[in-house]
């Protein structure tokens, strides 16, 4: 084989085994991203028909419905989603939060108050480098949202709207899909007082699927795709067959002409059974929102391949079913199960409730991502996040969460006890969505992308104006279920709000009120202060200067320990933080004083660490400081206001860097490290750090690295600080009643920050102090 040959085979193989990876992933999407949207012919049909339209003499009113819901899967989850907004993506990251992320580092709009230029450096941080096609109208934007904190706080409240609904959705969701797919026990058994038996099995089935969230969908994944495709081919196989035994001619209605004929017939009914239309894209916001666990080119495919001709095919049988029986009087005449055959009715319910239980959890798991995003970003209470999987990326179990979604959904269920209203809630709450994500969408197209501003207007006014005719169709029937939704996001919302205003004005009384390190320095002989063994680690937000509960602290009892850390774990608004950008470690002061600030980052989608390995972890991140740490500065002739931070990374991420371990931990005879050991007594449990021999180290630094090994193995004490926040006197009414009793309530029932959780209670201080904002 000469070398062109073998190239070009080399090629073919890694092509073979590029698709083979893309269309494993599409097929595992099926379960995840298509649960939802390949349900919706359980309840389209039964919606539409079921009150605005009671009765057809001709087929018209059929084919009129089966032509907008061809063109409306065509135009938004086929054209909006998989050709446009699926682009979109923040570092392989999707949803609304996704697009808010990008436009807060492209404008440096972000709401986050600790955000610092070293963040910019992050490699996930850097903006694209696309080159304008408009570059004025794009800066002219920019600086717009850069310059007017107005608009500034309408995104951060469009971005929260977006994550509101999406929430709303995951409660009304499952009810619907559930409750559609065993409303066909009475049609399956033919006896009527069968009826009263759907509800209760609904919410069996619920109450099992929300009591299993805690062992994660990783151990029945592997059941989700199979169980979707086979529902997709189920339909498909059933509307073919009704397309040739009832219509053969039923895909005449394709034609946009139908439309206009429906409304042009119905008028006011049809345009009030858009609502009942709008269900047939439930779940298309899915192919965005889940994107971080699959590849762009795997969703479109499965969507292109599978999902929409399935989908299609299944609602042109329902209708060429419908269009040789008009008598829409009850629901089970128009429902799904009274198109399938008789014979397949049992084992199509079985397969339809199985797709529906698959669909739910699928949006119960985006529920969680979305309220972990909202919560990293410091819009959300602070909340316990379980990751149930160590192996796969983003399954997380929220048991707050998780509880308060299944009464809500139960209740729900319970008070309404038909599709029609569920599918009048489900539907706002959807549609609010894709509006929300059409807004953000064209902002990203001129500010990230830098397309010309004509486009992003032509984006809007098309998808802007399908959408809003299904918004206000939708909001007609506000009384009639549709004021759940906004009930529920009005609730969120609030809390949404009120968290993230009380955490803003917190983070502003520390910046007013910090000290300087001057300050701390000069305290020696002032007041007495002595340096006791072992490490001191203050959790603090502030990212530069003392905080006012350590000042505190000191002036109640002045000593601190031989080493002080300034430890402060934030949030950025990138998806994931990289290991070795991990840490930014600095000195305080002068070298001497052995006062150090740690800054840990993490992304939005990351996974905090907040056990012993995290502790180890950080005094190995500062050690490694200390060796790399560049001497050409002589840090005894700077300001001891000046804080030079550098990039560390996690200990994983240093090859040949410095390790920490206990004195049975390593080898002493290893040949290719060296040691520095402490003259500690031996009872007493022994640290070292191993240091590659090739490292060479002046005197100062080992003699610092000898002291912070002393110290870690006297031990590490935690100071957390316990505050109390009351608006200031002479605030307005309106501040007293969202900081005395809503952000303060907020704060003493949610839970402590996660890195206190796993603290020893015997090595913890928390200092009390009063925050007047």
């Not at 003499?57 to 907004?85: A, C, M, Q, R």
Request: proline share 4%; aromatic share 10%.
């Amino acid at each position: 084989m000469d070398l062109e040959t073998g190239v070009g085979y080399q090629s073919q193989v890694h092509k073979k085994e590029c698709w083979r990876t893309i269309f494993t992933l599409a097929y595992q999407s099926l379960g995840v991203v298509y649960g939802d949207l390949s349900t919706s012919p359980l309840y389209v049909y039964k919606n539409t028909f079921a009150e605005d339209i009671k009765h057809s003499d001709t087929n018209e009113e059929i084919y009129g419905v089966l032509s907008l819901v061809f063109w409306t899967l065509t135009l938004v989850p086929l054209l909006k989603y998989v050709f446009v907004v699926l682009r979109a993506d923040d570092n392989g990251e999707g949803g609304t939060f996704a697009l808010y992320s990008l436009l807060c580092r492209h404008a440096r709009v972000n709401s986050l108050p600790s955000c610092q230029l070293a963040d910019e450096d992050l490699s996930s941080y850097k903006t694209s480098t696309i080159p304008p096609a408009n570059g004025g109208a794009s800066s002219r934007l920019k600086s717009i949202l850069e310059k007017h904190q107005v608009l500034q706080r309408f995104l951060l409240l469009l971005a929260l709207l977006g994550a509101c609904m999406v929430i709303g959705d995951g409660i009304l969701t499952p009810a619907i899909s559930v409750f559609s797919a065993v409303s066909g026990v009475e049609l399956a058994m033919e006896k009527e007082h069968h009826k009263y038996v759907e509800v209760p099995v609904a919410c069996v089935i619920l109450m099992a699927l929300f009591a299993v969230q805690h062992y994660g969908t990783h151990r029945l994944g592997f059941l989700f795709a199979p169980v979707v495709l086979t529902w997709l081919l189920c339909i498909s196989a059933i509307g073919v067959y009704n397309i040739f035994h009832w219509d053969p001619h039923v895909y005449r209605a394709l034609s946009p002409l139908y439309i206009y004929r429906f409304l042009r017939k119905t008028q006011r009914e049809g345009w009030m059974s858009l609502g009942g239309i709008l269900l047939c894209i439930t779940g298309s916001e899915a192919m965005f929102a889940d994107l971080g666990h699959f590849s762009q080119l795997s969703i479109k495919v499965a969507f292109t391949a599978v999902v929409y001709p399935a989908l299609i095919l299944a609602y042109m049988g329902q209708a060429a079913y419908l269009s040789q029986h008009h008598n829409f009087e009850t629901d089970y005449n128009v429902g799904f199960y009274v198109s399938v055959p008789k014979k397949l009715r049992w084992p199509v319910m079985v397969i339809a409730i199985l797709a529906a239980v698959v669909g739910s959890q699928a949006v119960i798991t985006g529920t969680f991502s979305i309220i972990k995003q909202c919560s990293a970003l410091g819009c959300f209470p602070r909340i316990k996040i379980v990751h149930t999987s160590s192996k796969y990326h983003g399954q997380i179990y929220i048991p707050e969460i998780n509880w308060a979604l299944m009464i809500l959904c139960l209740s729900v269920l319970l008070g309404f006890r038909d599709t029609r209203r569920l599918g009048n809630a489900s539907g706002l709450a959807v549609i609010t969505v894709m509006l929300v994500t059409t807004c953000l969408m064209s902002l990203v197209m001129v500010v990230c992308w830098r397309q010309n501003i004509i486009l992003a207007i032509l984006f809007v006014v098309f998808f802007g104006a399908i959408e809003a005719m299904y918004f206000s169709a939708s909001l007609i029937k506000f009384l009639e279920g549709a004021w759940v939704p906004v009930a529920l996001s009005l609730t969120f919302m609030m809390v949404m709000c009120i968290w993230h205003y009380g955490t803003v004005k917190t983070y502003e009384f520390d910046v007013q009120n910090k000290v300087s390190v001057d300050w701390l320095l000069g305290l020696g002989p002032s007041l007495g202060i002595v340096r006791v063994r072992g490490i001191g680690l203050i959790h603090t937000d502030l990212v530069t200067g003392i905080p006012a509960i350590f000042s505190h602290f000191v002036t109640n009892l002045p000593a601190f320990h031989q080493v002080l850390v300034f430890l402060c774990v934030k949030s950025v608004p990138v998806p994931h933080v990289r290991h070795d950008e991990r840490f930014l470690v600095g000195h305080i002061g002068p070298r001497e004083y052995r006062i150090y600030r740690c800054i840990v980052r993490y992304g939005y989608r990351d996974a905090h660490k907040d056990d012993l390995q995290f502790e180890n972890d950080l005094v190995c991140s500062i050690a490694e400081f200390i060796r790399t740490e560049v001497n050409c500065v002589d840090r005894s002739g700077l300001s001891p206001q000046s804080e030079e931070m550098f990039v560390v990374g996690t200990p994983s991420t240093h090859a040949d860097g410095i390790k920490v371990c206990n004195e049975d931990g390593m080898n002493p005879d290893a040949p290719s490290t060296s040691e520095i050991r402490s003259p500690a007594a031996a009872a007493r449990k022994r640290v070292r750090f191993v240091i590659p021999e090739k490292a060479e180290m002046e005197k100062g630094k080992k003699e610092e690295l000898r002291e912070l090994m002393e110290a870690r193995e006297a031990g590490v004490a935690y100071m957390l600080g316990h505050s109390y926040v009351r608006a200031k006197q002479g605030s307005s009414l309106v501040k007293k009643v969202v900081i005395d009793f809503g952000y303060d309530f907020l704060r003493r029932n949610c839970r402590s920050p996660s890195y206190a959780w796993t603290l020893p209670h015997a090595s913890t201080l928390e200092v009390g102090m009063v925050y007047s904002i």
